[in-house]
C-alpha cells in the first residue's frame, strides 16, 4: 500500500532542519528510532504511512509528506449492475455462509402485476409496521453478531419486502419501497463489513433505484455517502472526498448532508487538511444539530449520539496527531452503550492504535484486549484493517510482553 518517492527522505530532511529539529529531537516527538529515521532520510528504508502523517503535523506540511509516501492503489471499477437476477443463499449448518446473484436483468415485463388484494394489512396492524420493527431488531444483532452469519438474514427479508412492494400500489408501494431501500443500503453495509466490497456496490445500487422509484433522493444521497466510506477504506482521500460533496444535495434533509460532510472531513484528514478537516466537522455539526429526526429507520449508526465527536478522534489519527485522538476518542468511547459490540471495537481499535502511537504501549494493549473480544463476535472487514495497523505499531516494542501477546491474539484473530 506505501510506496516512497525517491526524494521523499530529502524533503523530510528539509523541512525538519527548518522547524530547528535534530534526528534527537524528531525521536521524542515521533516515537521512532534515530536509526529509523536516519535510514528514511537517507532513502535506504521506505517511510510507513504513519510516520509520514506524524511527520506532516509536527512540521506543518500540509499532508505534502504523506502525498510523497503513499500511492493509493488503483481503484476498482464500481459494480453497476442492479438487477434483481436470481438469489441464492448457501446456509452451512457448520455456520459459514454466502449470498449470490445470478443472472441477467430482470426485464419489468417478467414481473407478476400486483395482485388484487394489499398485502399490507394483517390482523394485528400493518405489515410494514412489523417490517420496521423486525429492522430495529436486526441493527440491534448486528451490533453483536458475525456479518457473514447476518448478512443473509438481511437478504431474505429484503426479498420478502421486495414482494410486498411489487403487490402493492399507490402510497402502501411508496413506503414499501422506501423501507425495501433502507434494508438494502444495511445489507451493502454488512456485505462491506463481510469483506465483500463487490457486493457491498451492488446492494447500494438496489437502494438507490428503490428510493428513485419511490420518489425520494435521500437515499440516493446516501448511497455517495456509502461509496466515499468504501474509498475511505481504500485510502482515496481524493476520491472520499469528491463523493462526500457530490452527496450534500441541498434537497436532501440536514441527516443526510450532515453525514456526507462528516465524510468530507475524514477524506480531508486522509489527504492532511488538518484545517480544512476541522472546519469541515464544524459544519457537520451545525448540520446534524438541525436534525428534527425523520419518521422510519433512520440513516447512518443508530448507537452513536455524538458522531462528530468520535469522527474528530478517528480523523486526529489519520491527522498525524495520536495524543490527541486517543483523548477524544477515550471520551467519545465512554458514551457508546455496552451492547454496541460493532461501533465499540470500530472505535476501540482507532483508540488502541492512537494509544500505541503515542507510546501508551500499556493502555494501548489494555483496549486491545476489549476490542479483539468484540471482534471475534462480529468479524468485521473494516475493523480489522485497523487492528492490522494496529499490528503494526506495536512491533516497534519488541520487547514488551504485553505487546508482544496482543500480537498474537491479532494475528490469531485476523
Keep these: 500500500m506505501t510506496q516512497a518517492q525517491p526524494h521523499f527522505g530529502a524533503e523530510l530532511r528539509r523541512l525538519r532542519l527548518a522547524a530547528g529539529y ?9 516515537y521512532y528510532s534515530k536509526s529509523h529515521l536516519s535510514k528514511v532520510e537517507n532513502g535506504l528504508k521506505p517511510p510507513s504511512e504513519d510516520l509520514a502523517r506524524r511527520c506532516d503535523a509536527l512540521l506543518g506540511a500540509a499532508g505534502e509528506l504523506t502525498r510523497l509516501a503513499v500511492a493509493p492503489p488503483p481503484a476498482a471499477p464500481p459494480a453497476r449492475d442492479t438487477g434483481r437476477g436470481v438469489w441464492l443463499l448457501r446456509l452451512d449448518p457448520t455456520g459459514p455462509s454466502a449470498f449470490t446473484v445470478l443472472g441477467q436483468p430482470e426485464s419489468p415485463r417478467q414481473r407478476q402485476p400486483p395482485r388484487a388484494s394489499s398485502p399490507l394489512r394483517t390482523a394485528d ?13 436486526i441493527r440491534q444483532i448486528g451490533q453483536s453478531l458475525d ?16 414482494r410486498v412492494t411489487d403487490e ?57 455517502v456509502r461509496r466515499a466510506l468504501m474509498a475511505m477504506y481504500e485510502r482515496h482521500a481524493d476520491q472520499t472526498v469528491a463523493l462526500a460533496r457530490q452527496a450534500q444535495d441541498s434537497r436532501c434533509g440536514p441527516r443526510v448532508r450532515g453525514l456526507a460532510t462528516l465524510r468530507e472531513a475524514q477524506g480531508l484528514a486522509l489527504a492532511g487538511d488538518h484545517r480544512g478537516c476541522l472546519t469541515t466537522l464544524d459544519r457537520a455539526q451545525l448540520l446534524l444539530a438541525q436534525d428534527s429526526g425523520e419518521p422510519g429507520p433512520v440513516l447512518g449508526t443508530s448507537t452513536v449520539t455524538d458522531p462528530v465527536g468520535l469522527v474528530t478522534g478517528w480523523s486526529l489519527l489519520d491527522l498525524g496527531r495520536p495524543a490527541e485522538a486517543a483523548e477524544v476518542l477515550r471520551r467519545e468511547l465512554a458514551h457508546v452503550p455496552p451492547h454496541a459490540c460493532r461501533t465499540r471495537a470500530r ?33 468485521s472487514a473494516t475493523i480489522g484493517t485497523d487492528l492490522r495497523a494496529l499490528g503494526t505499531t506495536l512491533r516497534r516494542w519488541p520487547k514488551h510482553q504485553h505487546a508482544h501477546l496482543i500480537g498474537l491474539r491479532l494475528a490469531a484473530a485476523i
Excluded at 443500503?185 to 462491506?192: L, N, T, V
Design 168 to 224: 402493492s400500489t399507490g402510497a402502501d408501494r411508496r413506503a414499501a419501497g422506501l423501507l425495501t431501500a433502507r434494508y438494502a443500503e444495511y445489507a451493502g453495509w454488512i456485505a462491506q463489513e463481510a469483506g465483500d466490497d463487490h457486493s457491498a456496490v451492488w446492494w447500494t445500487e438496489q437502494a438507490v433505484e428503490l428510493s428513485r422509484d419511490a420518489g425520494d433522493l435521500a437515499m440516493a444521497s446516501y448511497a455517495l
Design 125 to 137: 396492524g400493518t405489515t410494514l409496521d412489523q417490517f420496521r420493527a423486525l429492522f430495529t431488531q
Design 147 to 162: 456479518s457473514d452469519a447476518l448478512l443473509p438474514m438481511v437478504a431474505a427479508q429484503t426479498h420478502a419486502l421486495y
Design 347 to 379: 472505535f476501540g481499535a482507532r483508540l488502541a492504535r492512537a494509544l500505541a502511537a503515542s507510546a501508551q504501549v500499556d493502555e494501548a494493549c489494555a483496549v486491545a484486549d476489549e476490542v479483539l473480544d468484540d471482534y471475534r463476535q462480529v468479524h
Design 22 to 30: 535534530s534526528l534527537t529531537e524528531m525521536v521524542n516527538l515521533t
